[in-house]
């Protein structure tokens, strides 16, 4: 990992350890690799992340592209804040079910004085199908 990756990479963990809210359903999801505006995590879908239907919940799914695409941007050189979120979009493309992998990977497409430009994909490792695609914008002139 790279530096300012590193010192994101155990924000998170803390973070995600210690929350009593919502995030606390990220405490599966562990980061590969982040540095330069990209974050790569992964984990394995458990009960708590499904549905009523037995499949990954889609609340779940928006949820993973807001948090790892914000994680990511934060390692972006030119970027030292986490901003907030001004457009979040997901594309549902497949399903996934308990004990499958996921990786989620993100990456910056364009961080500029006030705005920030992120996209996500999530993809089930072991068939190499995506599972969803998200974009999300980020207001980053606080």
Partial sequence: MFTKGAQVAEV???????????????????????????MLAHFKVGEEHLN????LH???????VDAISTYALTTHERVDTRGVSI???????????VGDEIEVEACTKRAGKKVAFLEVELR?????QIIATG???????I
């Fill in 87 to 97: 457009d979040l979009s997901v594309s549902y493309l497949s399903h996934a079910v």
């Fill in 58 to 64: 889609g609340g779940f799914i928006a949820h993973l």
């Fill in 135 to 141: 974009r999300h914008t980020k207001y980053i002139g």
């Fill in 12 to 38: 998170f963990a803390k973070a995600v350890a210690s929350t009593k809210g919502f995030d606390q359903h990220l405490r599966k999801v562990k980061l590969i690799n982040c540095g330069n505006g990209r």
């Fill in 52 to 55: 009523m239907r037995g499949s």
């Fill in 124 to 128: 089930n490792k072991e068939k190499n």
